[in-house]
């Protein structure tokens, strides 16, 4: 312990663990994000050793940041991160997985129900007073129990998210990942296939890998219009694993029945965002992990993660190895 060691908070932490680290290290708080243009925040930067929940942590920021140890992303997703750069450098980067995997599955659930069921368009339909009469088909969603799901990106989340299929709703499991996951294929009878027959085969597609260069755009026009036209397509890894404006095309043109989205190329969305504009589609502001409880614990295992790069320990979750 050391209150000698500078420590940079850039995202709103719980109280008790911001005064559990304030106890342990000099903590500079920017609950708002890095403010790179504040002579003020770029003097903590310089000496910081720590730098807990930044946006962005590239070249720009590192360069301004001579004296770094450790980044603490409070995200399983790095994709913010420059890794090789900070691994260059000798700068630890870690994330908090395992903490959100049920919560992340069951938000990917609750969007999918949602766009099944057309649970968001129907509120909507109700609080306007268009509920006059009994509905009819026009309004009738379609069942997910017994259907076939297509999970691209077979990891935590995405086994999370198999064992709600397989034994909740009785679907089932196609995935496609770029190692076979005998596990999931044990336990919850997931089929291993190739991206464009898990396309061409599945009732609701789900979207879950990490955002890198290999995933960038993987999803576009020639996927989207590979999958049935009664297909739902969900996105909850990050907003560039999609062409969105591929996914706008698809859906004008009728292509798949809707989507559900977690994220979005840029977070917060903007208001002219033509996804906005389609009542078949289940939009939320990247929700995957947002629950009280679980929030908590990512932050928790941050601070963890933080306190002991700063104390000269191995981080529980290490991303980069390579560094030490
Ligand atoms: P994970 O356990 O690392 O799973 C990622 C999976 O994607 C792995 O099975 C990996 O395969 C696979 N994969 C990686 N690159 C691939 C590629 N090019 N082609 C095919 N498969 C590929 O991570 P996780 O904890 O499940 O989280 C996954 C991602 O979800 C995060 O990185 C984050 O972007 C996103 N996420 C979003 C939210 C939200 O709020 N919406 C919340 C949490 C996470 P290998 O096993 O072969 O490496």
């Known amino acids: 312990m050391s209150l000698t060691k500078h420590l940079v908070i ?61 980044v603490s992303n409070i995200s399983v997703g790095y994709n913010n991160l420059d890794i090789a750069a900070l691994t260059k450098r000798g700068i630890m980067a870690t994330n908090t997985p395992d903490v959100l995997t049920d919560t992340t599955a069951d938000t990917i659930f609750a969007i999918l129900m949602a766009a099944a069921r057309r649970v968001a368009e129907l509120d909507r339909f109700v609080k306007q007073g ?42 089932n499991v196609l995935y496609y990942n770029r190692s076979r996951k ?47 036209k009664s297909a739902i397509f969900i996105n909850g890894s990050r907003g560039e694993t999609v062409k969105e404006a591929d996914l706008v095309e698809a859906l004008k043109h009728g292509l798949i029945r809707g989507a559900a989205l977690d994220v979005f190329t840029k977070e917060p969305v903007e208001p002219d965002n033509p996804l906005l504009s389609f009542d078949n589609v289940v939009t939320v502001p990247h929700i995957g992990s947002a629950t009280k409880e679980t929030r908590y614990k990512m932050a928790e295992l941050a601070a963890e993660n933080i306190r002991c790069g700063l104390e000269g ?7 980069n190895k390579e560094a030490l």
């Open 10 to 70: 850039c995202k709103k932490v719980p109280e008790a663990i911001l005064d559990e680290l304030a106890s342990q290290f000099h903590v500079s708080y920017y609950p708002d994000g890095e403010e790179l243009d504040n002579p003020e925040f770029l003097n903590r930067l310089a000496e910081a050793e720590g730098l807990l929940g930044p946006k962005k942590a590239d070249e720009n920021l590192l360069n301004k940041a001579p004296l770094l140890k450790i």
């Open 130 to 171: 268009k509920w006059v009469k009994l509905i009819n088909e026009e309004l009738f969603g379609i069942d997910v129990h017994h259907k076939t799901i297509g999970i691209i990106g077979m990891g935590r989340i995405g086994e999370a998210i198999a064992k709600r299929a397989r034994f909740g709703f009785d679907m």
């Open 182 to 228: 005998l596990g999931a294929e044990e336990k919850y009878g997931a089929v291993y296939c190739t991206l464009d027959d898990l396309l061409k085969q599945s009732d609701f597609v789900v979207l879950m890998t990490p955002l890198t260069k290999e995933t960038e755009g993987l999803i576009g026009l020639r996927e989207l219009s590979l999958m049935k």
């Open 313 to 319: 320990k191995i981080p529980p979750n290490l991303i």
